[in-house]
């Protein structure tokens, strides 16, 4: 017993683990005491015993497993977290427990399962019990089958799923064991008994002999419907009721009700499994099907008989099939195909149910059409085939199809398709059948009542008095109001003979409504006499009943439109019973009349009526008139009194006190008698005779209202508008037009007919007279309240003038509401209770569009067009597409009948040419404008397909079938959309663009649709799906609209859809369910009420939802107030995007904004305070479901004192590790975390360290939201966030990579406008990281690492960068190499070489180790980077570098002789680069910083500021520089102002003149701003971008004024206009200026300059600016093919412009630009380029010049010094041995080669040559151009004669030209000096290029832009020198010419902007000293950059130098 007590004394969980059997029976039996003792359901007891109960029932004891099995028991009865162990211990039963010998064992296992199945744990239970069916051994077969029973039994099939296991009732019934076969067929009856019938189908197949044994037992069944006897937890409540039944002995009636329809009604469809039958049709089929044999034909149809056989099918396209049967029901001449065919459809449609829908409008016409055929079996065959279609679909669908089969001729036809009706109404319920689909039939109906044949008869009675068991009486009854007693007792016979399919409820209870007068009413006898009495009593008790419906809790609808006269085209809705008999009211002959009025009224009165004496009538009328007020309503004889009214003189009256009497008479009658139609007809005609009379037209006037309120305005206004425009006076016709707008406005607009009106308004409008157009004006705007839009489509046919004066009165109206109706309802509205409501409400609306003139376009769908838009050619299918749009547009409306356009639009839905599928979108939301409601029978075959685009990958095709559905949605509503499996099956659909768009869709519709149908729950599943898609927009889509879903479905319905879920997904979507639950919007008011509650008249319906919804959610904005400020900030549409649910309010937000702004327009009361209010509740609302303990209105970071200082501290002292990793490790992560949890808010903690991205984005939006308000926080806690985004660095994912540069890039703009400075620590921490994405392969990401790096320098030493770039250069990324080194080069340019660290020297050793790169780019940039040192340093790089490899060197100085013959791609890069670097930095930051900031804020002066020396005395220089200087600013208001006084100035052709001499000056400035906004301002999101608009705008409108003045436009410089168009070019391919609202705009305005820029310039200039442009394009790595392009087509299009200006212009020049560009692009390489436009350009140019100039095209390479360089020479000799050749008059000589050629010109050319050069000498501008050409000349033709030019000549003038020659002389053997004193040339100060001889741009100073040399500058320098009072004799101080000659080591700038950064590094020291100069001196400052170029080695002396000669200017200018 030792170990026994051992045992003993363990606690009870540990026994029943114990090894030994008696310990653990012990522990059992202790643990089910406890468990029964234990009262708390939640106690943490139970938790001990999770994970044994499975050991309870598995014990492998016997005996102890007996005992653990009712512990089990005992435990999932009692414990809270039992749900949890069901799949363990269900397996373990079914595997342990069922297979025991012992009887209990089996027993408890049974019990335990079902008490699993309490809980609520059905699912799990029952997938283990049918798992275990698949058990080898038999006895645990029979345990589950009979537990099974068991649980059906006891808790019914609602809660057990009986599909899965009537699939595997088939196998059973095959088992070998009897056992199993026997309890088989228990359950097989047990399934019976619940639900019958529906379970024969599956187990048709079984053995015959166990069918009938099975039928022998179900005949026993009993046949009440069976129970649940067992409720689950969650049904307590029906269980209570049940017990008490229980109690009461039996069903107590009550409760009877409720479970019988809480038993579902098993559908067998839905126990089948579908059967795939389309392949396997025959492969032949279609052939067959139009074989010539009928048998062929039959057994194709036989063959598809027998796939249709299957009751359920597999949905597919079976669009051909149904066609081809369609075709054989339609054209087959065999009458068995026929039927055959007819019964494949019906297979067809009872297979596939809903699915077959879409194909129903297809061939129900043809079936009706085919009913013509007598024989029985085709007839029952077509009979079975549209009952089992109708099924498929909805009655309204197919109505246009039956309605447009009831008129045919042939009775059978007629007979069939009433049958057919009859039939299809039994299917129908009150709600399905509604008012407006009974109206049409009932019609149709009644004339089949009315027809020659007995059967259409018979058929006709049946059909209506099916109606009228279905909807009620109250409902058909006003259709019926003109049927005569013997028909109406026929029709209410049959309607009792009929039995309904849904049973009689629904019938009953509108029956049971009825109220009692309108039987009356339509049984009374008809004819005058028993009028009276119907009338009577019809009428009494219309006041009570009214008051009645209001007590039904009905408000008075005073605003409801639709009530306003019945309702829209309904008419006898509104009229009910008597008014619309009244019509029929006989018209009496003039004796009876004068009988019955005798009977009234006196005699005297009768006798006077003619008197010939005015006074005798107008006695005669006052008696008359007390008559009819005495007189009781029932006996006025109305049709008597009024023809004695019109008793002769009748309206002929004269005088005009008895006319006003007889007309107020009229009046009285109408308003107290029972007033007919016939009678008004008496006296309408008189009537509208004096309605334009003065004294009388309002007595008129009031007789006619009070005839509308007696026969209904629409038929009055009818009768009354033809009047009027029958006749001639326009008096007459504009008050009748006047009255009716009054009445309309009275009696509401329904049931008038607009079509009516039309055509009179239009007669109206053409009149002459202007009062009766402007009466018709009038009425259309009254109308247009009622009617809207859409009444304007009438008049687009209108004149001009006319239609606009229509829109001016639509536009007035616009906004309001229409009044609400104060006549024509007490009568009307009798028996109008709330049945209805909803058909009425839309009824309005489309009232209109059912009233527009439809053309029937079927027969222009002709099958050429169809075989056109299927077409193999997609130009044919686009004709096809275009010529439906061009039918649509011609028809404007249509009727639904579009023949076979469906199917052939549906196939362009997936066409492969995407602008086809657009087209075909487009198409389709035309054809629902056109076709209105009515498209609603083609949702399910063209709707649903435009759903699946919304799948397309393609942005722009999804939000064009996004546009198409909502086009359709409105015409149709959201029903069809819902009804059927359609939209689950898209849903089902894995495609995340789909899913995300219809998601979208269904979030935004759902909310405004009041009932939903239950097909909505098919959706469920997926939605859950999409709740876990992989894809993050997706489930946020699906978030979204799950309240919208639940609000339609109910919590409990969604709830139950997750049990089929795996229990992870199941557990996290119920969470989600249970937030959305907390947002779920209240369903959307009836639109009636609600509508006229919100606004005086009719808001339209739609807006009601977002409303409701609005107050619904503004109820809840109890909670915390920060929240409601941030609502504030951000506007109405969220900014605060704090989680999922809150942007998809905002997006709710913004629909309800919409909503809120529709409602105000028409209602004072809704203001919008109110609707911000709401639109804040909603916000505040959505804050509980983010997480619901977290508060997240407080900040984001707290501050923590010293809180960074210690962390720094702890790193330091390695207590914590040192963020330093190549990726992050965990502990980095968990360090970094732990850090963060003093200073971040909890919740944004969780979202920046979530595992899912979409948490990180969210948290870098709340940062970025953030920033601005807590800006102390973010620097307390930099070093962390820094920290945590270089972890985002290491991410995958692009969306937060670019959310996070974002952030940065507004992190350091804030930080630099703090002027804070990141420590060591932030640095190292962060900078390294950051580098690595400078090697990101997507552009976008480099550009923006770039812009951070460049803002860093303003809040970090450009110096302490410099390393940390300089280690990026190390990696092993190509990419990140060749940006750091760009940036280097970058920071050098910037900074100076004193950034350069640890020494220059060293650095650029680093740097030029690259030049050997094996990598293009790389060599490429560390080339660039070193050129650009070169430029700020000169010479000396060379020895900083030290030695280099030979073809590293040569590569080096071929790139820098490149770069100075023009600007080199780096430079231009850096340039745009540089401006974010330039903002100035307040003066304060740190001595460190000072001078290179100030560097940086004086740069820009110094490029803005160009000084011009000419005119430096006069004021207005001055000025116009200073102005232009402002041109360039940082500030864009300055910049504006400056613009807009240059343009002013242009503008004015007297003061335009003053800008010459400037305008290189004024180019620079504006390309500097525009690189400026390019680079800094787009960039800056905080900018407003209309500014940035407005600021492009003034520098477009600015330059096309100035290139307008062709004067100044020619004065542009090369190297300046090259970058002008650079500039341009750029932003017209900057797709963010597209963005912009005005962005297309802009970009034509900068098209439109460039076209001026290259007409106006100085052609020679621009081509060469051209050149080199290009050049520089296809050489730039960096620039895209798109600028190459473009520059390209500015070539062009100068070459277009050249057989005008080849005379202006300088060819030598441009033949050097030609030569260099073929030296630096050989033919070879021009053929590599991706395009081929370059070569053909430049041949193009070339050909071009040739044809123009001919052979003297060679004795233009005067300017080329080595010929040989490039193959231009060839390339023209070649092209003018081809013209001369193709001419016939080559010479004899040409062949022996092309020198010749040139020789033999340059002959016959020398005189032209020397003629043009003297005319250069002798003209006042070219002078010095003249005398250099002439010098050249001399040089090169030493022999040449000058002699003869000069003898005509003076003097004077030949003295003058050898001094030039002699001066020139000179100057070309290097004796002159050149001056280095202020006054280079302006030009050259504009452009900062240094003058040599042969670079491209050189010689911009002349206006004829040809090449000159040194001694023009030289000539000019000394007149400048002189007019500044300096001597011209020093010339020691000025640098030797020579350096300025030496080509190759000098780099010659020739890009403008260049040269003003070359120096800045070197004048750091001077600056201080210049600080206090004025204007003019910081010009002066700039000038002297210029000269320092000269000799860069001097950089000391020069400075010296220049301050003396600066002192020297300012004393001279004293």
């Known amino acids: 017993m030792g170990d026994d007590s051992e045992w003993m004394k363990l606690p009870i969980d540990q026994k029943c683990e114990h090894k030994l059997w008696k310990a653990r029976l012990n522990g059992y039996e202790e643990a089910l005491k406890l468990f029964q003792k234990i009262d708390d359901e939640k106690s943490p007891e139970w938790s001990k015993y999770l994970g044994l109960i499975k050991k309870f029932v598995t014990d492998s004891n016997a005996v102890a497993q007996l005992k653990g099995l009712e512990a089990a028991l005992a435990y999932v009865e009692n414990a809270h977290v039992a749900g949890k162990t069901t799949g363990e211990v269900a397996s373990g039963v079914v595997n342990k427990v069922f297979n025991q010998p012992k009887a209990r064992a089996k027993e408890l296992g049974e019990d335990i399962c079902l008490m699993y199945i309490e809980i609520e744990k059905g699912e799990a239970i029952q997938e283990e019990l049918l798992k275990g069916l698949d058990n080898k051994n038999p006895k645990i077969i029979v345990a589950c089958i009979e537990t099974l029973r068991k649980a059906l039994s006891e808790f019914g099939s609602k809660i057990i799923s009986l599909k899965p296991i009537i699939k595997v009732l088939p196998k059973l019934f095959e088992s070998r064991e009897k056992a199993v076969r026997d309890e088989a067929k228990l359950l097989a009856v047990e399934i019976y008994r619940w639900i019958r019938d529906a379970l024969r189908p599956p187990l048709q197949n079984i053995n015959s002999v166990q069918l009938k044994e099975l039928e022998e037992e179900w005949i026993k069944v009993s046949s009440a419907a069976p129970k649940q006897t067992r409720f689950l937890r969650s049904q307590q409540e029906l269980k209570a009721k049940f017990e008490q039944q229980q109690g009461l002995g039996g069903d107590a009636d009550g409760g009877d009700d409720d479970e019988e329809e809480a038993v579902p009604q098993v559908d067998a469809y839905e126990l089948l499994e579908a059967v795939e039958i389309l392949s396997k049709l025959p492969k032949d089929f279609y052939e067959k099907i139009e074989a010539k044999k009928w048998q062929e034909r039959k057994e194709a149809l036989e063959a598809v008989e027998l796939l249709v056989k299957?009751?359920?099918?597999?949905?597919?396209?079976?669009?051909?099939?149904?066609?081809a049967l369609k075709k054989v029901v339609g054209k087959d001449t065999n009458v068995m195909l026929v039927a055959l065919a007819a019964k494949c459809l019906a297979g067809l449609a009872t297979g596939l149910r809903k699915k077959f829908g879409q194909y129903a409008g297809h061939v129900v016409p043809t079936i009706l059409e085919k009913f013509k055929e007598k024989k029985p079996q085709v007839v029952q065959a077509l009979q079975e085939a549209i009952d089992a279609i109708f099924l498929t679909t909805t009655l309204q669908n197919i109505s246009e199809d039956i309605l447009a089969v009831m008129d045919n001729k042939n009775p059978t036809i007629k007979q069939q398709t009433s049958l057919f009706i009859a039939r299809s109404f039994r299917h129908c319920t009150p709600s399905t059948l509604p008012k407006s689909l009974l109206k049409p039939f009932c019609a149709a109906l009644l004339k089949h009542i009315?027809?020659?044949?007995?059967?259409?008869?018979?058929?006709?009675?049946?059909?209506?008095?099916?109606?009228?068991?279905?909807?009620?009486?109250?409902?058909?009854?006003?259709?019926?109001?003109?049927?005569d007693k013997l028909k109406l007792d026929r029709i209410k016979e049959c309607a009792e003979k009929v039995e309904l399919v849904y049973g009689k409820k629904a019938g009953g209870a509108a029956e049971k409504k009825e109220g009692k007068p309108i039987t009356g009413k339509t049984t009374a006898v008809p004819g005058p006499a028993g009028d009276k009495e119907t009338k009577d009593a019809a009428t009494k008790p219309g006041p009570p009943k009214k008051a009645s419906a209001v007590k039904g809790g009905v408000p008075p609808k005073k605003g409801k439109p639709a009530m306003a006269a019945g309702t829209g085209g309904a008419g006898p809705k509104g009229k009910k019973g008597p008014e619309t008999k009244e019509i029929f009211e006989s018209e009496l002959s003039i004796e009876v009349c004068e009988e019955k009025a005798a009977a009234v009224l006196p005699a005297s009165c009768i006798q006077q009526l003619d008197s010939g004496n005015w006074k005798e009538r107008l006695a005669c009328m006052e008696e008359f008139q007390k008559a009819v007020e005495l007189m009781e309503r029932s006996e006025m004889p109305c049709q008597a009194l009024v023809r004695m009214l019109a008793k002769k003189p009748g309206w002929k009256e004269t005088n005009f006190q008895v006319m006003q009497m007889k007309l107020h008479i009229v009046a009285l009658i109408a308003q107290k008698g029972n007033f007919s139609k016939t009678s008004a007809q008496v006296v309408l005609d008189g009537l509208v005779d004096k309605v334009g009379d003065v004294k009388c037209g309002t007595n008129a006037k009031e007789a006619m209202t009070a005839i509308a309120e007696a026969c209904q305005l629409p038929w009055t206004a009818e009768q009354v508008v033809a009047m009027a425009f029958s006749q001639k006076n326009p008096k007459n016709q504009s008050e009748t037009l006047n009255w009716l707008s009054n009445a309309i406005k009275e009696f509401g607009f329904s049931g008038l007919n607009v079509k009516a009106f039309i055509s009179n308004v239009k007669t109206a409008l053409a009149a002459t007279n202007p009062a009766v157009r402007t009466s018709a004006i009038t009425l259309l705007g009254v109308m247009y309240l009622y009617v809207g839009p859409s009444l304007r489509m009438f008049f687009e046919d209108e004149k001009p003038a006319l239609l606009s004066q229509i829109d001016a009165e639509f536009e007035k109206m616009q906004g309001q509401t229409a009044p609400a109706p104060t006549r024509g309802i007490s009568r009307h509205s009798v028996g109008g209770g709330d049945d209805g409501e909803e058909e009425e409400q839309e009824e309005v609306g489309n009232d209109v569009v059912d009233l527009l003139p439809r053309t029937d376009i079927g027969d222009k769908i002709t099958a050429e067009l169809v075989s056109k838009i299927g077409d193999k050619n997609w130009k044919i299918r686009k004709e096809g597409l275009d010529e439906v749009t061009s039918i649509i547009n011609e028809a404007k409306f249509i009727q639904p009948n579009i023949g076979e356009l469906p199917a052939a639009l549906k196939g362009r839905l997936n066409d492969s040419n995407k602008i086809l599928v657009q087209q075909t979108l487009s198409i389709l939301q035309q054809l629902a404008t056109a076709m209105g409601p009515n498209i609603k029978q083609y949702v399910k075959n063209l709707g649903i397909p435009v759903i699946t685009v919304l799948g397309d990958s393609k942005n722009n095709v999804r939000a064009a079938a996004l546009a198409t559905v909502n086009a359709w949605a409105e015409q149709t509503g959201m029903k069809e959309w819902l009804e059927g499996e359609d939209l689950s099956e898209e849903l089902k659909k894995e495609n995340p663009f789909l899913r995300q768009e219809l998601l979208g869709w269904l979030a935004e519709k759902l909310p405004a649709v009041r009932s939903v149908p239950s097909d909505l729950l098919l959706c469920v599943p997926h939605l859950y799906s999409c709740l876990e898609d992989r894809n993050g927009d997706v489930r946020k889509k699906a978030q979204d609209a799950l309240p919208f879903f639940m609000m339609h479905l109910g919590f409990e319905k969604m709830a139950k859809a997750t049990g089929k879920l795996k229990p992870t997904s199941k557990d996290q979507v119920l969470a989600m369910l249970e937030k959305a639950k907390a947002n779920m919007p209240a369903k959307p008011a009836p639109p009636a009420k609600a509508s006229s509650r919100v606004v005086g008249g009719a808001a339209p319906a739609k807006f009601q939802p977002a409303s409701a919804f609005a107050d619904d959610l503004g109820s809840n904005t109890v909670e915390s107030k920060p929240d409601l400020k941030k609502a504030k900030a951000g506007g109405l549409s969220s900014k605060t995007k704090q989680s999922d649910v809150n942007s998809n309010m905002s997006k709710g937000n913004a629909r309800l904004s919409k909503a809120n702004t529709s409602l105000s327009k028409g209602s004072s009361s809704l203001t919008k305070s109110q609707s911000v209010k709401q639109v804040q509740g909603k916000k505040v609302l959505s804050k509980p479901s983010l997480k619901e303990e977290d508060d997240k209105s407080g900040p984001i970071f707290i501050i923590v004192p010293n809180?960074?200082?210690?962390?720094?501290?702890?790193?330091?002292?390695?207590?914590?590790l040192k963020w330093n990793f190549t990726t992050p490790r965990d502990e980095y992560i968990e360090q970094l975390k732990t850090q963060m949890s003093t200073c971040v808010a909890k919740w944004l903690q969780d979202e920046m360290f979530h595992a899912d991205f979409q948490h990180h984005n969210k948290a870098l939006s709340v940062m970025i939201e953030h920033l601005e308000s807590e800006k102390d926080g973010v620097i307390s806690c930099l070093d962390l966030i820094l920290k945590w985004l270089t972890l985002r660095f290491f991410d995958t994912n692009t969306s937060v990579l670019m959310k996070a540069l974002e952030y940065l890039k507004l992190l350091f703009n804030l930080l630099s406008q703090e002027e804070y400075h990141l420590t060591e620590n932030e640095a190292s921490s962060f900078i390294p990281y950051l580098i690595l994405k400078v090697g990101e392969p997507k552009d976008v990401i480099r550009k923006d690492v770039r812009a951070i790096l460049n803002r860093m320098c303003l809040i970090y030493p450009a110096s302490k960068m410099f390393p940390f770039i300089m280690e990026g250069t190390k990696s092993k990324n190509s990419k990140q190499r060749a940006e750091c080194l760009e940036e280097l080069g970058c920071l050098v340019e910037s900074y100076g070489m004193n950034v350069c660290q640890p020494t220059p020297g060293k650095a650029l050793k680093e740097m030029a180790t690259h030049i050997g790169d094996r990598d293009n780019t790389v060599r490429n940039a560390a080339l660039n980077t070193i050129v650009t040192v070169y430029n700020v340093h000169g010479d000396q790089v060379f020895k900083l570098i030290g030695n280099l490899s030979e073809k590293d060197m040569s590569m080096l100085e071929e790139r820098i002789k490149r770069s100075a013959k023009r600007p080199s791609s780096a430079p231009v890069r850096q340039a745009e680069e540089k401006p974010p670097r330039t903002q100035s930095i307040s003066a304060n930051a740190s001595m460190m910083r000072k001078g290179q900031a100030e560097d940086m804020s004086s740069k820009l002066k110094i490029r803005a500021v160009s000084p011009h020396f000419d005119d430096m005395h006069s004021n207005t220089a001055s000025t116009i520089n200073f102005v232009i200087s402002q041109v360039a600013s940082g500030d864009i208001n300055t910049s504006i102002q400056a613009l807009t006084q240059i343009d002013e100035v242009l503008k004015q052709e007297d003061k335009a003149e003053a800008m010459s001499g400037h305008i290189d000056q004024f180019?620079?400035?504006?390309?500097?701003?525009?690189?400026?906004?390019?680079?800094?301002?787009?960039?800056?999101?905080?900018?407003?971008?209309?500014?940035?608009?407005?600021?492009?705008s003034c520098i477009i409108g600015s330059m096309i004024t100035l290139f307008q003045i062709e004067s100044l436009a020619r004065e542009a410089s090369t190297g300046v206009l090259k970058d002008l168009m650079h500039g341009l070019i750029t932003l017209m391919l900057d797709s963010r200026v597209e963005d912009l609202e005005e962005g297309e705009q802009?970009?034509?305005?900068?098209?439109?300059?460039?076209?001026?820029?290259?007409?106006?310039?100085?052609?020679?200039?621009?081509?060469?600016?051209?050149?080199?442009?290009?050049?520089?394009?296809?050489?730039?790595?960096?620039?895209?093919?798109?600028?190459?392009?473009?520059v390209m087509k500015c070539l062009w299009r100068m070459v277009r412009l050249l057989p005008e200006t080849i005379n202006n212009i300088n060819l030598d020049r441009i033949l050097l630009d030609i030569h260099i560009f073929m030296k630096v692009f050989p033919k070879e390489?021009?053929?590599?380029?991706?395009?081929?436009?370059?070569?053909?350009?430049?041949?193009?140019?070339?050909?071009?010049?040739?044809?123009?100039?001919?052979?003297?095209?060679?004795?233009?390479?005067?300017?080329?010094?080595?010929?040989?360089?490039?193959?231009?020479?060839?390339?023209l000799c070649r092209l003018m041995k081809h013209t001369m050749e193709q001419t016939g008059k080559a010479d004899k000589d040409t062949e022996k080669g092309a020198s010749r050629i040139e020789e033999k010109a340059s002959k016959a050319k020398v005189n032209d040559i020397l003629a043009e050069i003297?005319?250069?000498?002798?003209?006042?501008?070219?002078?010095?151009?003249?005398?250099?050409e002439l010098y050249e000349y001399k040089k090169k033709y030493s022999d040449a004669d000058i002699e003869p030019f000069l003898k005509n000549s003076s003097q004077f003038f030949q003295s003058y030209v050898e001094r030039g020659l002699r001066l020139i002389e000179t100057e070309r053997e290097g004796k002159g000096r050149i001056a280095t004193s202020t006054g280079i040339s302006s030009q050259m100060e504009g452009t900062c290029v240094p003058a040599s001889t042969h670079t491209v741009s050189s010689s911009i100073g002349n206006t004829n832009g040809e090449e000159v040399g040194p001694s023009v500058y030289l000539e000019r320098l000394k007149i400048l020198r002189q007019r500044c009072g300096l001597d011209n004799a020093k010339q020691e101080d000025r640098p030797p010419l020579t350096s300025l000659l030496s080509k190759p080591t000098l780099p010659t700038v020739a890009s403008s902007t260049d040269m003003l950064h070359s120096k800045l590094s070197q004048l750091r020291e001077s600056r201080e000293q210049y600080q206090h100069l004025d204007l003019d001196s910081n010009q002066t400052h700039s000038s002297?950059?210029?000269?320092?170029?000269?000799s860069p080695s001097s950089a000391a002396a020069n400075i010296d130098d220049l301050k003396k000669r600066l002192e020297r200017i300012k004393s001279s200018r004293k």
């Open 450 to 483: 009315n027809d020659s044949a007995p059967e259409v008869r018979d058929a006709g009675f049946e059909a209506l008095g099916t109606a009228l068991k279905v909807a009620g009486e109250k409902a058909v009854n006003p259709f019926l109001a003109d049927v």
């Open 1563 to 1592: 180019l620079i400035a504006t390309f500097m701003q525009l690189r400026l906004i390019y680079n800094t301002h787009m960039a800056d999101e905080k900018l407003d971008k209309e500014e940035i608009v407005r600021l492009y």
């Open 1725 to 1771: 390489k021009l053929k590599q380029c991706k395009s081929e436009f370059p070569i053909r350009t430049l041949k193009t140019l070339l050909h071009t010049l040739c044809k123009l100039k001919g052979p003297k095209i060679l004795d233009h390479l005067t300017m080329i010094d080595n010929k040989n360089e490039s193959e231009l020479e060839a390339h």
């Open 1814 to 1828: 003297f005319k250069k000498i002798g003209s006042k501008e070219n002078t010095k151009e003249g005398l250099a």
């Open 1203 to 1216: 809180g960074k200082e210690q962390r720094m501290r702890e790193e330091k002292a390695l207590k914590v």
């Open 1984 to 1990: 002297g950059i210029g000269t320092t170029l000269a």
């Open 1642 to 1686: 802009v970009i034509r305005s900068v098209n439109l300059l460039v076209v001026k820029v290259l007409e106006k310039s100085d052609q020679t200039n621009i081509l060469s600016a051209l050149l080199v442009l290009l050049q520089d394009s296809l050489l730039a790595t960096a620039s895209s093919p798109k600028f190459s392009e473009l």
């Open 310 to 323: 299957n009751p359920k099918l597999e949905s597919g396209d079976y669009a051909d099939l149904v066609k």
